[in-house]
């Protein structure tokens, strides 16, 4: 099994930035997804999570209302439109996946991880 994420990078306070994490070697769409984020010294944080047929969606307080997670099954992919990003938002962005589909909101209860893409929000 393989999540590549990818899509971070430097931007400017206000800014955008799209994520996307690319699956492989796993029934995509049989799999709950999630975004979970970690700041530097900091522990590893819920962002958004998404189940197997996009049907239920939850986000994290923080971003309710600026980010967006979407997934498209037939390219096994899971995306984060990210806007009006703050400073706050700086860190490295994981992607995980759960089976049975369901949402992760608890890191200990995904099953696979990516390997994270750093985002940073700075002038």
């Known amino acids: 099994v393989q999540l590549q994420a990818s899509g971070g990078g430097l931007v400017q306070p206000g800014g955008s930035l799209r994520l996307s994490c690319a699956a492989s070697?796993?029934?995509?769409?049989?799999?709950?997804m999630g975004w979970f984020r970690q700041a530097p010294g900091k522990e590893r944080e819920f962002v958004a999570t998404?189940?197997?047929?996009?049907?239920?969606?939850y986000y994290a307080d923080s971003v309710k209302g600026r980010f967006t997670i979407a997934r498209d099954n037939a390219k096994s992919t899971l995306y984060l439109e990210m806007n009006s990003l703050k400073p706050e938002d700086t860190g490295v962005y994981y992607c995980a996946a759960k089976t049975l589909g369901g949402i992760i909101i608890n890191p200990s209860t995904a099953d696979y991880w990516g390997q994270g893409t750093q985002v940073t929000v700075s002038s």
């Open positions: 070697g796993l029934a995509f769409s049989n799999y709950g």
């Open positions: 998404i189940t197997r047929a996009g049907g239920t969606i």
